[in-house]
């Protein structure tokens, strides 16, 4: 499958041309945002308790900040 087969595919699963149009302006289909998502939480997590360990961000400042992006 090429890179943007999925717009097609969108349209055979019945998605509206909006929704088609917010696709090619992210580069991917609604259904992939959820893995996408995941993994750009996991990333920000490893650099969060990355600073924490280095003493970049204090520990109040750890949680706080664990706490926004578990939300």
């Known amino acids: 499958m090429g890179d943007w087969d999925f717009l097609h595919e969108m349209r055979d699963r019945g998605y509206s041309?909006?929704?088609?149009?917010?696709?090619?302006?992210?580069g991917y289909a609604p259904w992939e945002g959820e893995e996408i998502a995941r993994q750009d939480r996991k990333a920000k997590w490893e650099e969060l308790k990355s600073q924490r360990d280095?003493?970049?961000?204090?520990?109040?400042?750890?949680?706080?900040?664990?706490i926004a992006l578990f939300k």
């Open 54 to 66: 280095s003493g970049e961000i204090t520990p109040a400042e750890f949680k706080k900040r664990k």
């Open 17 to 26: 041309q909006e929704a088609i149009t917010g696709a090619m302006a992210c």
